[in-house]
């Protein structure tokens, strides 16, 4: 990333020089989930992407309408508003900050729990104290109908690696204490870009997702974009109708390395907002993260230390977004003998 003088707006964020127009990728595999090849299609994209759009999910349009226009109705609301379900601990609203190691963008988010079992005071104050402005209803339905899908493609792919049984991914998810949570993100337009010429601004910088499986889907303003094996940065054209699902760095771990998690990142627009929405399934705090038996051939050594997701996700918290957080959990060629 290349850090370069800005206008005093822009002050403290990241800005990265763009050294030839980056176009939309037409590379991005697309697999409709009712498709008989899906479970073959799911493995492949994750194999070769970390990453593909999902299509014909079965998640009703109404239910992603109806929490788009619940989240745009908040992130309208005034600054002293929004502030009230912040700052995040880490579930509330946040502004600029993206964790407490220093990273900074041009985004705003409400970031919820979506297990019932554990209560945020933040989560609270915005459904009950504010139940005129953010209806919880909203946001339940569309989560419901995100995590059925998500159970389904995470079934599929247990299909298509022959792991047995089938639901030995999805079962994390399902627990009653997996540790998932759903994020709200708002992109604001930034005018000030467009004297930026041949620089971006930096939304949210580049990282990958420490959980299992992660579920976006956004409104119809480009700015994700994922690297590629070559470390090419390609820009994935938005789809409102779709989904794209990310492998996370616990799937990356669970396959030993046969998955790999995808970095990404968000690039702001000068003219028009873009607002996401993203599940993050994981598992319970306690759960054992390693590679699964099945997909460790005769011969073949773990290229993981065993690890509980509380001391991934928590060692993953205390980084920088760019780090690269499985480093800690890899054996080394010492270790492995």
Known sequence: MVVLSQPAALDHYSLIKTCKPTSAFTGIPVIDLRDP????????????????????????ME???????????????????????????????????????????????????????????????????????????AVNDYITAVKRMAFEVLELLADGLK????????????????????????????????????RTLIGFGEHTDPQIIS?????????????????????????????????????????NGRLRSVRHRVLADSLRSRVSMIYFGGPPLSEKI?????LVAEGEESLYKEFTWWEYKTSAYKSRLADYRLGLFEKTATTSQ
């Open 37 to 60: 090849e899906a479970k073959t299609l799911i493995v492949k994209s994750c194999e070769e992407f970390g990453f593909f759009k999902l299509v014909n999910h079965g998640v009703p």
């Open 63 to 137: 239910f992603i309408a109806r929490l788009e226009a619940e989240a745009i109705r908040f992130f309208n609301l005034p600054q002293s508003e929004k502030d009230k379900a912040g700052p995040p601990d880490p579930f509330g609203y946040g502004s600029k900050r993206i964790g407490s190691n220093g990273d900074v963008g041009w985004i705003e988010y409400l970031l919820l729990n979506t297990n019932p079992q554990v209560t945020s005071l933040k989560t609270l104050n915005i459904f009950r104290q504010n139940s005129e402005i953010f209806r919880s209803s």
């Open 163 to 198: 792991i047995e049984p089938r639901n030995v991914l999805s079962r994390l998810l399902r627990d009653e204490k997996s540790d998932s949570c759903f994020r709200l993100n708002h992109y604001p337009p930034c005018p000030e870009l467009q004297a930026l010429s041949g």
């Open 215 to 255: 579920v976006l889907r956004s409104n119809n303003t480009s700015g994700l974009q994922i690297c590629l094996r070559d470390e090419t940065w390609v820009s994935v054209p938005p789809d409102q109708t779709s989904f794209f699902i990310n492998v996370g760095d616990a799937l990356q771990v669970m396959t």
């Open 290 to 294: 390693r590679p699964l038996p099945s």
